[in-house]
């Protein structure tokens, strides 16, 4: 499927964007593991509750071309981006360079997980993230693809651990195993 980056030039008004950003910069400039800091931002995420109005209307809606990442803030050590999820939308097979949390704003999501068996990649499991959930990842552990398993458009509130202003925090993907119907 395709990803669409879309970073507005000149950005609408973010309700509760900078109160976000102020709690989740010291954990982010920390110098502890990649998992910790993931955690420590999940735990901002919850504490926090951000909602869709991150996003204007227009945002919220999506494309049929391919989901859609809105990036609302970007700095060194972290980026904060919303993903627009139309029915059925999905990744590729992928990996991660750096750290990311995330929280299900609206929608269900589900993440199937992928593990090496020796040299072959296989599927180890897969979650269901309804509106609400909260995770915080960081390699190499965090082979995955995710989908909209919904009937309506999903959102999801990101952050990784890297200034994605002008790429991605994808390390690599994957082709689909061979014994995988995902």
Known sequence: MTELTKTAVESPPRPGVAELVERIRPRAQQQ???QTIAQ??????TEMQPGTELLTEAERAGSPEGYI?????AEATFSLLAVVWRPGQVTEIHDHLVWCSFKVLQGT?????YGFDGDRLVEIGQRQRPPGSVSGA???DDIHRVRNTDDMVA????????????GT?????YPQPEDSAS
């Open 32 to 34: 502890a593991d990649a």
């Open 40 to 45: 420590q931002v999940a735990d901002v995420l």
């Open 69 to 73: 990442r809105h990036t609302l803030h």
């Open 109 to 113: 999501e589900t993440e199937t997980l």
């Open 138 to 140: 960081a390699p190499p």
């Open 155 to 166: 959102i999801t509130l990101h952050v990784y651990g890297a200034d994605l202003s002008n």
């Open 169 to 173: 925090s994808v390390r690599r993907t």
